[in-house]
T-cell receptor, first 113, second 113 residues
Framework: GDSVTQTEGPVTLSEGTSLTVNCSYE??????LFWYVQYPGEGPQLLFK?????EKGSNRGFEATYNKEATSFHLQKASVQESDSAVYYC????????????FGTGTRLQVLP | GGIITQTPKFLIGQEGQKLTLKCQQN?????MYWYRQDSGKGLRLIYY???????QKGDLSEGYDASREKKSSFSLTVTSAQKNEMAVFLC????????????FGEGSRLIVV
């Protein structure tokens, strides 16, 4: 079945440093890839999504490129802020009719001032 | 905009008890989901429903029942609560079809005493 593997957390960074959270996926279909973010006490919310291979998604300074050859969708940010502290989930939705969405295990990011 | 409302926010029950979580959405979305969130294991799909009166099993459906009473509501029942099932349960909804954004509620925490 479909699966998503991402960097195991927690990841602790100082404000102003760069972030990379690795995400790899497995599916027989041609998926849409997502990054969701979850702040304490809230449900996950969409950060951005990319439906097509070789395209880049971005939001709030975060970005990721859909790499079909490497089956990867790594999340990056050049300079993190304390307010970026949250749990980040990589996810995929295949293009069959199942409407099923598969999530990774999540990566907790803590940014220190 | 819309909102997903999960009730109750905290559900406390005894081992072996049947316990029910409820979810309401006013997005007018066709598809609804129940995920279980455990630390270190991410979001695992329990049940989803593509449309009213439809039910699809996820990867973690054993020990759970679900019911899609009407388009706006989706309930999840833990058939016999166990202490190792204490987790946060997240409800979500989306437009029907693949590649669409999921909108999540804030979660319900299950506590088994």
């Amino acid at each position: 079945g479909d699966s998503v593997t991402q960097t195991e957390g927690p990841v602790t960074l100082s404000e102003g440093t760069s972030l990379t959270v690795n995400c790899s996926y497995e599916t027989k279909q041609y998926p849409t890839l997502f990054w969701y973010v979850q702040y304490p006490g809230e449900g996950p919310q969409l950060l951005f999504k990319v439906p097509k291979a070789n395209e880049k998604g971005s939001n709030r300074g975060f970005e990721a490129t859909y790499n079909k050859e490497a089956t990867s969708f790594h999340l990056q940010k050049a300079s993190v802020q304390e307010s970026d502290s949250a749990v980040y989930y990589c996810a995929l939705s295949d293009h069959s009719n199942t409407n099923k969405v598969v999530f990774g295990t999540g990566t907790r990011l803590q940014v220190l001032p | 905009g819309g909102i997903i409302t999960q009730t109750p926010k905290f559900l406390i029950g005894q081992e072996g008890q049947k316990l029910t979580l409820k979810c309401q959405q006013n997005f007018n979305h066709d598809t609804m989901y129940w995920y279980r969130q455990d630390s270190g294991k991410g979001l695992r799909l329990i049940y989803y429903s593509i449309t009213e009166n439809d039910l699809q099993k996820g990867d973690l459906s054993e020990g759970y029942d679900a019911s899609r009473e009407k388009k706006s509501s989706f309930s999840l029942t833990v058939t016999s609560a166990q202490k190792n099932e204490m987790a946060v349960f997240l409800c979500a909804s989306s437009i029907r079809g693949s590649g669409n954004t999921l909108y999540f509620g804030e979660g319900s925490r299950l506590i088994v005493v």
